[in-house]
Protein backbone atom coordinates (compact mmCIF):
# COMPACT_ATOMS: atom_id res chain seq x y z
CA UNK A 1 0.00 0.00 0.00
CA UNK A 2 2.90 2.24 0.55
CA UNK A 3 3.12 2.98 -3.06
CA UNK A 4 -0.39 3.43 -4.16
CA UNK A 5 -1.31 7.00 -4.50
CA UNK A 6 -3.91 7.63 -2.43
CA UNK A 7 -5.64 10.89 -2.09
CA UNK A 8 -4.19 12.71 0.93
CA UNK A 9 -1.26 9.91 1.00
CA UNK A 10 1.41 12.94 0.63
CA UNK A 11 -0.31 14.57 4.00
CA UNK A 12 0.50 11.87 5.88
CA UNK A 13 3.78 11.05 4.67
CA UNK A 14 7.08 11.67 7.12
CA UNK A 15 9.10 13.85 4.78
CA UNK A 16 6.17 16.45 4.09
CA UNK A 17 4.17 17.18 7.18
CA UNK A 18 7.02 18.34 9.49
CA UNK A 19 7.15 22.05 8.58
CA UNK A 20 3.57 22.87 7.41
CA UNK A 21 1.88 22.64 10.79
CA UNK A 22 1.75 26.32 11.84
CA UNK A 23 0.53 27.24 8.04
CA UNK A 24 -2.23 24.60 8.36
CA UNK A 25 -3.49 25.85 11.51
CA UNK A 26 -3.54 29.30 9.87
CA UNK A 27 -5.50 28.16 6.99
CA UNK A 28 -7.83 25.90 8.70
CA UNK A 29 -8.98 28.95 10.87
CA UNK A 30 -9.20 31.16 7.89
CA UNK A 31 -11.13 28.86 6.11
CA UNK A 32 -13.49 27.98 9.45
CA UNK A 33 -14.23 31.89 9.13
CA UNK A 34 -15.00 31.88 5.73
CA UNK A 35 -17.36 29.23 6.23
CA UNK A 36 -19.15 31.06 8.89
CA UNK A 37 -18.81 34.62 7.14
CA UNK A 38 -21.04 32.56 4.13
CA UNK A 39 -23.12 31.20 6.55
CA UNK A 40 -24.33 34.57 7.95
CA UNK A 41 -24.99 35.97 5.19
CA UNK A 42 -27.99 34.08 5.01
CA UNK A 43 -28.98 34.58 8.43
CA UNK A 44 -31.26 38.03 9.00
CA UNK A 45 -29.40 39.30 12.04
CA UNK A 46 -26.46 41.76 12.50
CA UNK A 47 -22.90 39.88 11.69
CA UNK A 48 -20.46 40.24 14.93
CA UNK A 49 -17.13 39.10 13.21
CA UNK A 50 -16.01 39.12 16.92
CA UNK A 51 -18.05 36.11 17.53
CA UNK A 52 -17.16 34.35 14.53
CA UNK A 53 -13.69 34.66 14.95
CA UNK A 54 -14.15 33.35 18.65
CA UNK A 55 -16.30 30.89 17.71
CA UNK A 56 -14.36 29.82 14.55
CA UNK A 57 -10.97 29.54 16.64
CA UNK A 58 -13.15 27.39 19.41
CA UNK A 59 -14.41 25.16 16.79
CA UNK A 60 -11.13 24.29 15.39
CA UNK A 61 -9.42 23.88 18.41
CA UNK A 62 -12.11 21.53 19.62
CA UNK A 63 -11.74 19.16 16.54
CA UNK A 64 -8.01 19.16 16.52
CA UNK A 65 -8.21 18.15 19.81
CA UNK A 66 -10.65 15.51 19.72
CA UNK A 67 -8.59 13.95 16.48
CA UNK A 68 -5.77 14.40 18.60
CA UNK A 69 -6.98 12.37 21.89
CA UNK A 70 -8.19 9.55 19.04
CA UNK A 71 -5.13 9.06 17.70
CA UNK A 72 -2.76 9.65 20.74
CA UNK A 73 -4.87 6.88 22.67
CA UNK A 74 -4.86 3.76 19.87
CA UNK A 75 -1.37 5.34 19.24
CA UNK A 76 -0.85 4.37 22.88
CA UNK A 77 -3.22 1.15 23.13
CA UNK A 78 -1.27 -0.42 20.46
CA UNK A 79 1.96 0.47 21.63
CA UNK A 80 3.19 2.99 18.33
CA UNK A 81 6.29 4.58 18.99
CA UNK A 82 4.98 7.74 17.19
CA UNK A 83 6.08 10.90 18.99
CA UNK A 84 2.69 13.73 20.04
CA UNK A 85 4.20 16.29 17.73
CA UNK A 86 3.63 13.99 14.59
CA UNK A 87 0.19 12.94 16.05
CA UNK A 88 -0.41 16.69 16.53
CA UNK A 89 0.39 17.35 13.15
CA UNK A 90 -1.81 14.51 11.24
CA UNK A 91 -4.47 16.34 13.44
CA UNK A 92 -4.33 19.39 12.17
CA UNK A 93 -3.39 17.77 8.65
CA UNK A 94 -7.21 16.52 8.98
CA UNK A 95 -9.23 19.48 9.97
CA UNK A 96 -7.90 21.52 7.58
CA UNK A 97 -8.75 19.02 4.78
CA UNK A 98 -12.44 18.72 6.25
CA UNK A 99 -12.35 22.50 6.55
CA UNK A 100 -11.46 23.39 2.74
CA UNK A 101 -14.16 20.72 1.41
CA UNK A 102 -16.70 22.45 3.63
CA UNK A 103 -16.10 25.90 2.41
CA UNK A 104 -15.57 24.37 -1.19
CA UNK A 105 -19.29 23.35 -0.36
CA UNK A 106 -20.19 26.39 1.43
CA UNK A 107 -19.26 28.63 -1.69
CA UNK A 108 -21.04 26.49 -4.29
CA UNK A 109 -24.29 26.86 -2.27
CA UNK A 110 -22.97 30.74 -1.81
CA UNK A 111 -23.12 30.79 -5.61
CA UNK A 112 -26.22 28.98 -6.23
CA UNK A 113 -28.45 30.82 -3.10
CA UNK A 114 -28.91 27.62 -0.91
CA UNK A 115 -28.98 28.51 2.61
CA UNK A 116 -25.87 26.80 4.24
CA UNK A 117 -27.85 27.02 7.75
CA UNK A 118 -30.45 25.10 6.25
CA UNK A 119 -29.12 22.59 3.90
CA UNK A 120 -25.52 21.04 3.38
CA UNK A 121 -25.08 19.68 -0.50
CA UNK A 122 -23.41 16.95 1.12
CA UNK A 123 -25.42 15.65 3.54
CA UNK A 124 -27.85 13.16 3.16
CA UNK A 125 -30.66 14.87 4.82
CA UNK A 126 -30.88 17.22 1.75
CA UNK A 127 -33.41 15.18 0.11
CA UNK A 128 -35.92 14.36 3.21
CA UNK A 129 -34.83 17.12 6.03
CA UNK A 130 -37.52 14.87 8.39
CA UNK A 131 -35.86 11.30 8.00
CA UNK A 132 -33.08 11.39 10.93
CA UNK A 133 -31.44 8.67 9.36
CA UNK A 134 -30.60 10.23 6.34
CA UNK A 135 -29.52 13.86 7.86
CA UNK A 136 -26.99 11.53 10.15
CA UNK A 137 -25.33 10.41 6.76
CA UNK A 138 -22.86 12.64 5.46
CA UNK A 139 -19.84 13.12 3.22
CA UNK A 140 -17.98 14.53 6.04
CA UNK A 141 -18.11 11.80 8.43
CA UNK A 142 -16.84 9.13 5.47
CA UNK A 143 -13.75 11.65 5.04
CA UNK A 144 -13.07 11.35 8.89
CA UNK A 145 -12.60 8.03 8.64
CA UNK A 146 -10.58 7.38 5.51
CA UNK A 147 -8.34 10.79 7.01
CA UNK A 148 -8.03 8.81 10.44
CA UNK A 149 -7.26 5.72 8.83
CA UNK A 150 -4.29 7.33 6.71
CA UNK A 151 -3.29 8.66 9.86
CA UNK A 152 -3.40 5.35 11.77
CA UNK A 153 -1.14 3.83 9.05
CA UNK A 154 1.03 6.57 7.86
CA UNK A 155 1.59 8.12 10.98
CA UNK A 156 1.40 5.65 13.54
CA UNK A 157 2.87 2.85 11.69
CA UNK A 158 -0.37 0.48 12.34
CA UNK A 159 -0.85 -2.31 10.09
CA UNK A 160 -3.24 -1.73 7.22
CA UNK A 161 -6.12 -4.13 8.22
CA UNK A 162 -5.70 -2.26 11.83
CA UNK A 163 -5.86 0.62 10.34
CA UNK A 164 -8.48 0.05 8.35
CA UNK A 165 -10.93 -1.73 11.13
CA UNK A 166 -10.01 1.60 13.54
CA UNK A 167 -11.11 3.94 10.57
CA UNK A 168 -14.64 2.11 10.13
CA UNK A 169 -14.96 2.08 13.48
CA UNK A 170 -14.83 5.53 13.93
CA UNK A 171 -17.27 6.35 11.27
CA UNK A 172 -19.42 4.23 12.31
CA UNK A 173 -19.08 5.57 15.68
CA UNK A 174 -19.72 9.02 14.14
CA UNK A 175 -22.78 8.11 12.89
CA UNK A 176 -24.48 6.98 15.77
CA UNK A 177 -23.56 10.40 17.70
CA UNK A 178 -24.48 12.10 14.40
CA UNK A 179 -27.86 10.08 14.59
CA UNK A 180 -28.37 10.58 18.54
CA UNK A 181 -27.74 14.17 17.89
CA UNK A 182 -30.42 14.15 14.75
CA UNK A 183 -33.20 12.34 17.32
CA UNK A 184 -32.47 14.78 19.97
CA UNK A 185 -32.77 17.77 17.91
CA UNK A 186 -35.45 16.56 15.67
CA UNK A 187 -37.34 15.74 19.47
CA UNK A 188 -36.74 19.31 20.83
CA UNK A 189 -38.30 20.82 18.07
Request: hydrophobic fraction near 55%.
Amino acid sequence: MKNQNLFFKEIFTENKIKNKWLFQLATCLLLNIGIMIIGSTFSKSSINYIYILIFSLLSISVMIFIYYIVILIFSKIFKSDVENKEIFISSVSIVCIITAVKIIVSIIQLIFSIDTNKYDLLNLGIFNDKNVLLSSIDFYTLLSGYLLTLSFYYVSKFKLSLSIILGLTFTFLDFIFNFLFNSLNQAIM
